[in-house]
T-cell receptor, first 115, second 107 residues
């Protein structure tokens, strides 16, 4: 499968713990995006990378959240001191940089449950 | 950022055509209109994209009038497997999803 992959698919943690998610984009894609989706809502943009550079962060991304994309390949999203409000599906997407009309390919998501 | 309005839900039957209209009154000159489909517990999937007039691919058609203030996604002859949430987006590099339209196809 040459699509976007995410690991783990599910994560259950206790409030206050740290969690880290991984995203492997489609290999030739230079843009990588993170979104968060809560039940009944569409995905909300969190941040995106072009190659290894993090170019934009949403204000939804509090200082407990950090994302990296070392070497412009896979990316990690870490949430420190998790809160129950962090429970959501975290989606990763990748695209080729062809401007604003670039189709984004989404992974299956990581479902986080904070108890 | 363009404000998107689309119906919350639509019901249909197998074999019928489903048309979902989206309004985006303040769309910018350079914006494209894109539709994504999402099944439960999966990431969204690109369906179709257009700038003006009509675009057709193997799964859908997209109709965009000259003023580009609205667009209509047309799904021909839907099947049960087309039951999903459909999102209309006006493009930016950071996709801005609304709540989408839940389409339910019944036998």
């Amino acid at each position: 499968d040459t699509g976007v992959s995410q690991d783990p698919r599910h994560k259950i943690t206790k409030r206050g713990q740290n969690v880290t998610f991984r995203c492997d984009p489609i290999s030739e894609h230079n843009r990588l995006y993170w979104y968060r989706q809560t039940l009944g809502q569409g995905p909300e943009f969190l941040t995106y990378f072009q190659n290894e550079a993090q170019l934009e962060k949403s204000r939804l991304l509090s200082d407990r959240f950090s994302a990296e994309r070392p070497k412009g390949s896979f990316s990690t999203l870490e949430i420190q001191r998790t809160e129950q409000g962090d429970s959501a599906m975290y989606l990763c997407a990748s695209s080729l940089n062809r401007g604003v009309d670039s189709e984004q390919f989404f992974g299956p998501g990581t479902r986080l449950t904070v108890l | 950022l363009a404000k998107i309005t689309q119906p919350i839900s639509m019901d249909s039957y197998e074999g019928q055509e489903v048309n979902i209209t989206c309004s985006h009154n303040n769309i910018a000159t350079n914006d494209y209109i894109t539709w994504y489909q999402q099944f439960p517990s999966q990431g969204p999937r690109f369906i179709i994209q257009g700038y003006k007039t009509k675009v057709t691919n193997e799964v859908a058609s997209l109709f965009i009038p000259a003023d580009r203030k609205s667009s209509t996604l047309s799904l021909p002859r839907v099947s049960l497997s087309d039951t999903a949430v459909y999102y209309c987006l006006v493009n930016d590099y950071k996709l801005s999803f609304g709540a989408g339209t839940t389409v339910t196809v019944r036998a």
